[in-house]
């Protein structure tokens, strides 16, 4: 299968090699057969192509069967009429990836909880106040005089019901619980809309508790009671929020994975930035993107039915969790005294089967 790798920005391009380093021993094992193409967005191809957003890369997206795509500085970005495209929004948004799937777990050394967290959030990811990627021409925010800055919300019944689905779907297979996050107490007509929705698609699936809660009680009860979260279904800035928060409380930013899915195209991202302040350093922790590059196959597998790739997701996340294990084979950001590459070596190792010297 055909996975076009877009490394973005920061330490996107480290982190980027060091998962294609797993994806290939995963392939050599199990015997995908991946086919890897690379193009350039961000910061590089603004540079050579006056574009962070190329049109040929997204000519090429609906050719091949998923995409693994690195962090991006879209902070650091000119104005699109300067080429100056945001690419996770706008892959988000042009191939409809209304879901985007947040799995976080604790560890119980590397945590600050004193429950155990194991949540899947499902975030609505092509609306909401998402205002550089919720209107179908210009933007959801404008500035009606220097003083005033407006910005628009968009909820829709339709965005709505396809993350709900998604939800209910994994509970399914999980400790059947989904908790629908919301502010509808202060945003009551689109927050309602979207409890409306979520209600709806609930009835669908009797086996599974919906639970109604609120997003500020939600970012404290994440601290005081993880375990009484199985899956979180939210739009898209409180499901930006609080996986960012479960992340960090699991035990670093840098241990999430992610995907966005649609019904035709799953991308693999970090669940994190682009850690521009650590680029180059050659001690950012890969574990997000290769966790992501695993739930792409995982994605892969189940959509054509073929149990390589779900074979090769299951033990990449097995060796991440073997390197992680050890404290002597971390990196910095957990306390660890190992960079991206002799880390993400620890990982090929335990892929492959060899324990790390002690
Ligand atoms: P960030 O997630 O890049 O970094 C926040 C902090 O976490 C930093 O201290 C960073 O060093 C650390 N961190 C993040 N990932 C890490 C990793 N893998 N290993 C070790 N430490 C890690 O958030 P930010 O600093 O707010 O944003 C930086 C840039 O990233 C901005 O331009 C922002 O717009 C962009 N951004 C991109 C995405 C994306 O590509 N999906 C998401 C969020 C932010």
Not at 3 to 32: F, Q
Request: glycine share 8%; charged share 25%.
């Amino acid at each position: 299968m055909r996975v076009l790798v877009l490394p973005g920005d920061g330490i996107g391009p480290e982190i980027t090699e060091a998962t294609l380093k797993v994806l290939e021993r995963a392939d050599a094992a199990h015997g995908l057969g991946l086919e890897i193409e690379r193009a350039d967005i961000g910061l590089k191809s603004l540079a050579e192509q006056g574009t962070t957003l190329p049109d040929a890369v997204l000519r090429r997206i609906p050719e091949v069967d998923g995409v693994l795509l690195g962090p991006v500085s879209h902070y650091e970005y000119p104005t699109r009429d300067k080429g100056g495209i945001n690419p996770s929004g706008a892959l988000r948004t042009e191939f409809k990836l209304y879901a985007n799937i947040r799995p976080c777990r604790s560890r119980p050394d590397l945590t600050v909880l004193r429950k155990p967290m194991d949540l899947v959030i499902v975030r609505e990811n092509t609306e909401g106040f998402y205002s550089d990627r919720n209107m179908f021409a210009g933007t959801g925010e404008f500035m009606p005089d220097p003083d005033m800055a407006l910005s628009v919300r968009k909820v829709t019944a339709k965005a709505c019901r396809a993350v709900a689905r998604t939800a209910f779907e994994l509970a399914q297979h999980r400790r059947k619980k989904v908790t629908a996050v919301h502010k509808a107490n202060v945003v009551k007509l689109s927050d309602g809309l979207f409890l409306r929705e979520v209600r709806k698609v609930a009835a669908e699936y009797p086996e599974v508790t919906l639970e109604e809660l609120i997003v500020d009680a939600t970012a404290a009860l994440l601290i005081r009671r993880p375990d009484q979260f199985d899956v979180i279904v939210t739009t898209n800035m409180f499901g930006d929020i609080l996986s960012d928060e479960a992340s960090e409380l699991s035990g670093s930013l840098g241990l999430g994975g992610s995907i966005s899915e649609g019904d035709g195209i799953c991308v693999a991202q970090a669940q994190h930035g682009s850690a521009p302040d650590i680029a180059g350093q050659g001690k950012a922790n890969p574990t997000s993107l290769i966790l992501s590059a695993a739930m792409l196959l995982d994605w892969l597998g189940r959509r054509h039915d073929d149990p390589r790739y779900l074979a090769a997701a299951k033990a990449i996340e097995a060796a991440v969790e073997r390197a992680l294990d050890d404290p002597g084979s971390r990196t910095a950001d957990l306390g660890g005294p190992l960079g991206t590459d002799a880390f993400t070596a620890r990982v090929c190792d335990a892929l492959a089967g060899v324990v790390a010297p002690a």
